[in-house]
């Protein structure tokens, strides 16, 4: 049996009186692909901020080939070959790529050494053919060259154990293949990955064991993973049987929403282009694309945060001629935002504000400028007990809840008032499969019930599960839309792509 690239013994890790780790245990052997999954909160980021230096455990110790090591920082752990990729990029967005690969290397003599970087650059591209054009601005590349240049940094760090958080949320079904092509090189060569995602059928495509947490516990490692079905993995991560929602046929009825001729201004690829298309009672419109290409802009001019240059808004036949956040709402528009930490929610308020901020003068909830405080508790209280969000109560400071009780929150908050049409921007991203078929199931009957939801998303899995059409965004337009009986993901992958999908 080979010495393992990395064992990690016994991690425990507390803060306060939460035990985020308990005991766990996790080894990885050269070539390996490890799946790391779990629900929210289960653990797996403090695990592996904790072998990347962020944190220092409470107890446990760290193995590398063979070797008890201590990890105190990220520069520890690179000098021990442990690079980490985070589903947030640590990129300088103003500088080249070459630039970037360059931050924190020794430089000969006092001075930067270019040539270096652009051996080893040249290097990786062969071993493993990952490229990115050295003297192009990190600005300029899509989000699928910036993962692929986090994963470069990594590499010319001399990374043997390369972490992945999340790495396939925002690329094409083309790029996710490359990535893992990429991967497989890698394992070939005796490196070892983690793997961390919610996406279940790519665990099962690229790695070759997994473990799985639970509230801080390692409870299953599973070697034969081939033989472990997707809905038995999302069992063994929540703990209990999943049953996908139901999605019943329904025919769309009278327009709710409406977009004709949309453009904005701005020279950026993401501003809209000449965007039109409809949304019906009885629809979830799905878009599809890669981020930054007008997807942020669409739901902006939706929610009343931005007007359009040129064109027409109209819900339920009656055109937007002032478009603000209050007024949108009171035509009968829903949202839930793509940043539910910085856009949705005040995190440092307590629960109860957030849930009724956005409609504070109703007169349920204030009268003549006076707050109706028994009145909120009594909304609120309601509210997390039928959209079952675990708090201690309405009192708690909104930053402590999980991911999932967040998002459950926006929508608890939001379809109480029983909108028309509801925008739902990346609902689901960074949720477990339980949190993510609540979310779902709910978005199911208010299509059932004959209201409308535009569902932005760049999971794939998530728009064909939902959607009744889908349309693609690339470079501020629509560049294709199609009833999802015709979609498939190879189309879907080349209109992202800025091509035309085949017949």
């Not at 003599?109 to 053919?129: N, P, Q, Y």
């Not at 991560?237 to 019943?248: A, L, R, T």
């Not at 793509?338 to 003068?361: F, Q, S, Y």
């Not at 349920?364 to 909120?376: D, M, Q, T």
Request: with cysteine; glycine share 10%; hydrophobic share 40%.
């Amino acid at each position: 049996m080979p010495v393992p690239l990395l064992e990690m013994v016994g991690i425990t890790k507390t803060f306060g009186t939460v035990t985020a780790n308990d005991d766990v245990s996790l080894t990885l052997y050269p070539g390996d692909i490890l799946g790391l999954l779990g629900e929210n909160g289960a653990g797996k980021t403090t695990l592996m901020n904790v072998l990347f230096g962020v944190y220092t455990s409470d107890a446990g110790l760290i193995r590398i080939n063979g070797q008890q090591v201590r990890i105190r920082s990220s520069a520890d752990a690179l000098r021990h070959g442990v690079g980490m990729v985070h589903q947030h990029f640590h990129l300088v967005p103003c500088h080249t790529v070459l630039e970037n690969l360059m931050v924190g290397q020794k430089g000969r003599g006092g001075r930067l050494d270019r040539k270096t970087v652009l051996d080893a650059l040249s290097e990786i591209k062969e071993r493993f053919g990952l490229f990115v054009e050295p003297h192009a601005l990190v600005s300029d590349l899509t989000i699928g060259e910036q993962q692929r240049l986090e994963i470069i940094k990594a590499l010319i760090r001399g990374a043997k154990v390369l972490i992945l958080d999340e790495p396939t949320s925002t690329l094409t079904p083309q790029e996710t293949e490359g990535l893992f092509e990429a991967l497989r090189a890698m394992s070939s060569e005796g490196m070892g990955v983690i793997f961390i995602s919610h996406k279940l059928q790519e665990v099962r495509a690229i790695t070759n064991k997994v473990v799985i947490m639970r509230r801080g516990k390692v409870t299953a490692t599973l070697d034969d993973i081939e033989n472990v079905s997707r809905h038995r993995l999302a069992e063994l991560m929540c703990g209990h049987e999943i049953v996908p929602p139901v999605k019943d046929p329904v025919t769309p009825g009278e327009v709710l929403l409406s977009f004709r001729n949309v453009s904005t201004g701005g020279t950026a690829r993401s501003r809209l282009k000449d965007v039109s298309f409809e949304l019906r009672e009885g629809e979830i419109l799905g878009i599809a694309g890669v981020s930054g290409n007008g997807q942020r802009e669409l739901a902006e001019i939706i929610s009343g945060m931005l007007s359009p240059s040129s064109g027409t808004m109209e819900i339920k036949g009656q055109e937007v001629g002032r478009i603000s956040p209050r007024y949108v709402q009171s035509l009968g528009v829903g949202r839930i935002p793509e940043d539910r930490m910085e856009i949705g929610l005040i995190t440092a308020l307590p629960l109860k504000d957030n849930m009724v901020l956005p409609r504070i003068h109703d007169p349920r909830f204030s009268r003549k400028g006076i707050l109706k405080p028994r009145a909120i508790l009594d909304f609120v209280t309601r509210q997390m007990k039928v959209f079952d969000i675990r708090a201690p109560g309405p009192e708690v400071r909104t930053g402590t809840l999980s991911g999932g009780n967040l998002q459950k929150a926006l929508l608890a908050r939001e379809l109480a008032w029983d909108p028309l049409v509801l925008l739902a921007d990346q609902p689901t991203r960074g949720l477990d499969v339980a949190a993510a078929q609540f979310v779902h199931q709910k978005f199911l009957e208010l299509r059932k019930s004959g209201r409308a939801v535009l569902l932005i998303s760049e999971d794939l899995e998530e728009l064909f599960t939902l959607s009744d059409r889908i349309a693609v965004m690339y470079e501020g337009r629509i560049n294709g839309m199609m009833p999802i009986e015709e979609a498939t993901v190879q189309k879907v992958g080349l209109l992202m792509a800025g091509m035309e999908a085949a017949a």
